[in-house]
């Protein structure tokens, strides 16, 4: 029998035999292929892939390290070769490059688990290697420090040692074993083997890789520079060979598209011209018989030329190596750092802090949203008083006042923005959660007898939480606002790559407008900020029949 035309008419006989019928789909997922129809929404999710994919593989595609170096005897023979870049990266590098390979393929994959249930395992597998290299982090600053003593100061010198890698997995397993219990206890996948297996490969990933790198140290760039222009090694780097934090004050503020050696020669331009018009000065000062601004103007070409030659004797070397044609793709910064490798290294602040700080305030709103709206009455009077109470922190004020009290770094950021944000979570659930506690499959539950996180997460929280999803695209968008405006303001992460911070050093202390500094940072910005309320707004089209049928 032939196919039938399934976009012609049929019978009613044909109808009951299944004839015609189109497969019945989820919920979430007709509101995604909602979604992929809008061609605006697909490339605000193009541009946070590829905020997200930069954030991954910055250390591999940015850095100042050699890729491969080898060590050459007298002759300029290659006797040994090693990898610098591999050693410069960290356990959250290893762990976000791992995340990325498997963490594909295991979404990818055709396996029966539904592709809902392998995302929220590789969520929770990322919380859990998240927690232990933090808290591993903690741990080998705290056992490196110098006034510790006793037990702690042998166990710091123990695990310095290099050869005991495996007393600091252990270490750093011990840390994470926590929420790995905690983990296993949330019914994020259907098996519980399943879902063990999930948390041993995470905790397990995490503590190797905390292991292998219990402590960064500090590396000196220009070693590689100086032994490769004497002919010591030979170098391969990576494709740009730059890191954020590789400063060079000769290299300040240099015009995208510039070479070292462009740099330089422009740097001894302007030092001359410096020089002539010290002279010009200098004689107009002797001709009008002024000895008091002659000898201040001696004082100043000396110290000019000083300069001068400390910056021929240092480059000397270097401009006759392959160091010298280096180039600055988007210029660099006032400390001599170069904006593009700060700009890809700054995703992965941005990233962190908008996901991190969400995924707080998300869980704080839901819980005590569900709580307010599940019992009402004298609860819900309580507890949306303390809603308001932390509706009416400025979040902004607030950050400013711990960054100069508590310590500068990502993750009190992130604490702070989180536990300030989640009132919008809250009122959504509360508002969800009152229509459905008196809906017959909630009615049902509670007569059954099931405990109270159950009727609460497991049934009425899926059917719930749809607002709370769309709210939390935005409040990503805003914690991306927030850090960049902290970090503008000079009170962001010490030591770190931020958006804001190249912002601010458009203007410089001198004043002068620095284009570079603004566009491309504030573009990245503009764009992070624009494709999550885009994508936001997507969604909440998507899964609201109202605005679909007025759009119709």
Not at 88 to 99: E, K, V, Y
Not at 304 to 318: D, F, G, I, Y
Not at 453 to 479: E, K
Request: glycine residues 8%; aromatic residues 8%; charged residues 20%.
């Amino acid at each position: 029998m032939p196919d039938r035309d399934l976009t012609k008419s049929i019978s009613g006989v044909e109808a009951m035999r299944g004839i015609g019928q189109l497969e019945a789909r989820g919920f979430w997922a007709d509101a995604w292929d909602r979604v992929l129809k809008n061609r605006t929404a697909v490339l605000a999710l193009a541009w946070i892939g590829v905020v997200a994919l930069c954030a991954v593989i910055a250390p591999f595609i940015a850095n100042a390290n050699p890729l491969l170096l080898w060590q050459l005897d007298a002759d300029g023979e290659a006797v040994g070769w090693t990898s610098p870049l591999w050693r410069s990266l960290t356990a959250s590098d290893l762990l976000m490059a791992l995340g990325l390979v498997v963490g594909g393929a295991w979404l990818a994959l055709p396996l029966k688990l539904p592709r809902g249930e392998r995302l929220g395992a590789l969520v929770v597998a990322a919380i859990i290697a998240m927690a232990t290299t933090v808290l591993s982090a903690f741990a080998a600053d705290w056992l490196d420090e110098p006034v510790r003593e006793g037990w702690a100061r042998a166990l710091g010198e123990e695990v310095s040692d290099p050869r005991h890698m495996a007393s600091r997995a252990f270490i750093a397993a011990t840390l994470g074993l926590p929420f790995a219990a905690a983990a296993c206890a949330v019914p994020f996948l259907i098996s519980r083997r399943s879902r063990l297996i999930v948390v041993a490969v995470a905790l397990s990933a995490a503590a190797i890789a905390a292991g292998s790198r219990w402590q960064s140290r500090p590396i000196d760039f220009d070693r590689f520079v100086l032994d490769e222009a004497s002919g010591r090694i030979r170098c391969v780097y990576t494709l740009i060979p730059w890191s954020p934090d590789r400063l060079r004050s000769e290299l300040i503020t240099v015009a995208p598209g510039m070479t070292v050696a462009e740099a330089i020669a422009a740097k001894e331009a302007a030092s001359v011209r410096e020089s002539e018009r010290f002279s010009a000065a200098l004689m107009a000062a002797r001709a009008s018989g002024s000895s008091d601004q002659a000898l201040r103007i001696e004082d100043d070409m000396a110290q000019v030329a000083r300069q001068r030659a400390s910056l021929q004797r240092e480059w000397k070397t270097l401009l006759k190596s392959d160091f010298a044609q280096r180039r600055f793709l988007l210029g660099t910064d006032p400390n001599g750092a170069d904006v593009l490798a700060q700009l890809l290294w700054a995703c992965r602040l941005s990233i962190s802090v908008g996901f991190v700080s969400t995924g707080i305030a998300v869980v704080i709103g839901v819980t005590m949203g569900s709580i307010m709206g599940f019992f009402g009455g004298t609860i819900d009077l309580l507890l949306f008083r303390v809603v308001e109470i932390f509706m009416a922190v400025p979040v902004l004020f607030l950050l400013i006042v711990a960054a100069g009290v508590l310590p500068r770094n990502t993750y009190v950021m992130m604490a702070i923005i989180g536990c300030l944000s989640w009132t919008g979570a809250a009122r959504f659930t509360r508002a969800e959660f009152m229509k459905l506690r008196h809906q017959d499959f909630v009615l049902g539950a509670r007569a059954s007898g099931l405990p109270l996180r159950s009727v609460l997460f497991r049934h009425m929280l899926p059917n719930g939480v749809t607002p709370v999803l769309v709210d939390a695209s935005f409040a990503i968008a805003g914690a991306i606002i927030a850090e960049a405006t902290l970090s503008y303001l000079g009170l962001g992460p010490d030591n770190q790559a931020s958006w804001g911070k190249l912002l601010s050093s458009a203007t410089g202390t001198t004043g002068t407008f620095v284009w570079w500094l603004a566009i491309f940072p504030g573009a990245a910005i503009f764009f992070s900020v624009l494709a999550y309320n885009i994508l936001g707004g997507a969604l909440r089209d998507a899964i609201d029949p109202k605005l679909r049928k007025a759009a119709h």
